[in-house]
């Protein structure tokens, strides 16, 4: 009892701080996955953009592939924490570039995002039958048009729950963002724990408040997951029901 006694007291004296932190890693995580979903799928699109016939068109569209290539590689094989260091820190050191923690970190997460996105956009546009693709040249899209109208509309539906599932960790990954003084929940978590030295205490808080926030989105990705599949069952309509609903 004790031991709740004290989380709620800390909870009173500083709510307004946790409520501040959480805000924050909301909206960073938020406009991360957003902004890293837009990178996704225009990479996604010009990934599978088909080899042109023109030479030199085709050689610069490879090398843009090429450097799309390492983009992911490289964003996906380094932790967040140490691209957010670099990023932050690096241009202070040698660009000269005084940048805001608010700033970096939005750049920071979006960046990383897109090159997990990228790799789900890409899976989600393969799922799609190729015949669709053939159907499309043959009415005389382009591929841009292909992929605006016919095969992102199917694939995104394909990848919401990876959309949801880059979001829950974008939640739980703001957290190596105190590293470069953003104000998110941890870095509040750690401000208090420094004023009150209840560790324990103050942490367990912490940790309510990120569990509240994944289970609240999971379950709100569920029921967009359930109205994008639409109903499970159809009846089946007799004749009269096909008059009068023609009527």
Do not use: C
Not at 41 to 57: A, E, H, Q, Y
Not at 206 to 222: D, G, K
């Amino acid at each position: 009892m004790q031991f709740l006694k004290t989380m709620g007291e800390i909870f009173i004296n500083n709510h307004e701080a946790f409520l501040r932190g959480t805000l924050m890693t909301i909206l960073i995580s938020f406009v991360g996955t957003i902004v890293g979903l837009i990178i996704g799928m225009i990479i996604g699109i010009v990934r599978t953009t088909p080899p042109s016939k023109n030479k030199f068109l085709n050689l610069i569209l490879k090398l843009v592939k090429a450097l799309m290539n390492i983009y992911v590689q490289v964003l996906r094989g380094t932790p967040m924490i140490v691209q957010a260091s670099l990023f932050f820190y690096g241009l202070q050191q040698y660009a000269q570039i005084d940048m805001s923690a608010m700033t970096s970190s939005f750049i920071v997460v979006s960046i990383n995002t897109g090159a997990y996105m990228a790799e789900v956009v890409r899976g989600g546009i393969n799922s799609i039958d190729k015949g669709q693709f053939e159907a499309s040249q043959a009415l005389g899209m382009n591929h841009v048009k292909t992929m605006a109208f016919v095969v992102l509309p199917q694939a995104f539906r394909n990848i919401v729950p990876s959309i949801g599932n880059e979001f829950i960790v974008n939640i739980k990954d703001t957290s190596v963002l105190n590293v470069i003084t953003m104000s998110e929940l941890f870095f509040v978590t750690k401000t208090i724990v420094a004023q009150n030295y209840k560790y324990f205490e103050t942490y367990m808080i912490t940790s309510l408040i990120y569990l509240a926030l994944t289970l609240s989105i999971a379950s709100l990705l569920h029921l967009l997951e359930k109205k994008l599949r639409g109903p499970e069952n159809y009846a089946l309509l007799d004749s009269s029901d096909i008059m009068k609903s023609g009527n």
